[in-house]
């Protein structure tokens, strides 16, 4: 079975400074994921995937992914978080192999920017 | 917006009521999916259509019914819900070359469907 953890609810940053958001997984085999934001009254919006390749995955909006197989992680990150960037962020995960074709989806972290 | 339209976007209803949700995708995919969004919780994958097909049903009760007449719409036909059902209904789209093959496209969500239920 496949699934992921997001250890926090909520996470509080101050503009300006750097922001990361915690992922970890558990997959058979090699892991696609994937990272979605949410904002108010939206649909969720994919970011950025990781397939194969670079640990370091760039997506939309500045933001950024580390793949961490050692550690199943995959935490989200932004060098200068934006008030813009308040949202809801769903972390989401699929086994290369074996299992359900279809990611499956974390319960999301609410990241609040200070302005 | 990106491509997945859904409507109603916010419904009140009756435990008693019948309604129905509606999802259109102008994107080409073959694939759509309900999922249920509660506070805190994981996103619910409540069934998949793939190539029109229900593929997936994840232990869905029968007060929900999946319809999918055609590759660009899916419907969610309500019947006597309970309270604990309020939720964000998100409808989403994406294209499969074929199930559990190959590498996961993109999904593409709708903005959700409020519901609450009385």
């Known amino acids: 079975a496949q699934s992921v953890a997001q250890p926090e609810d909520q996470v509080n940053v101050a503009e300006g400074n750097p922001l990361t958001v915690k992922c970890t997984y558990s997959v058979s085999g090699n892991p696609y994921l994937f990272w979605y934001v949410q904002y108010p009254n939206r649909g969720l919006q994919f970011l950025l995937k990781y397939i194969t390749g670079d640990n370091l995955v760039k997506g939309s909006y500045g933001f950024e992914a580390e793949f961490n197989k050692s550690q199943t992680s995959f935490h989200l990150k932004k060098p200068s978080a934006l008030v813009s960037d308040s949202a809801l962020y769903f972390c989401?995960?699929?086994?290369?192999?074996?299992?359900?074709?279809?990611?499956?989806f974390g319960r999301g972290t609410s990241l609040i920017v200070h302005p | 917006e990106t491509g997945v339209t859904q409507t109603p976007r916010h419904l009140v209803m009756g435990m008693t009521n019948k309604k129905s949700l509606k999802c259109e995708q102008h994107l080409g995919h073959n694939a759509m999916y309900w999922y249920k969004q509660s506070a805190k919780k994981p996103l619910e994958l409540m069934f998949v259509?793939?190539?029109?097909?229900?593929?997936e049903n994840n232990s869905v009760p029968s007060r929900f019914s999946p319809e999918c007449p055609n590759s660009s719409h899916l419907f969610l036909h309500l019947h006597t819900l309970q309270p604990e059902d309020s939720a964000l209904y998100l409808c989403?789209?994406?294209?499969?070359?074929?199930?559990?093959?190959?590498?996961?496209?993109?999904?593409?969500f709708g903005p959700g469907t409020r519901l609450l239920v009385l």
């Open positions: 989403a789209s994406s294209q499969v070359s074929s199930p559990g093959q190959g590498v996961p496209q993109d999904q593409y």
């Open positions: 259509y793939n190539f029109k097909e229900q593929t």
């Open positions: 989401a995960v699929r086994g290369e192999s074996g299992g359900s074709y279809i990611p499956t």
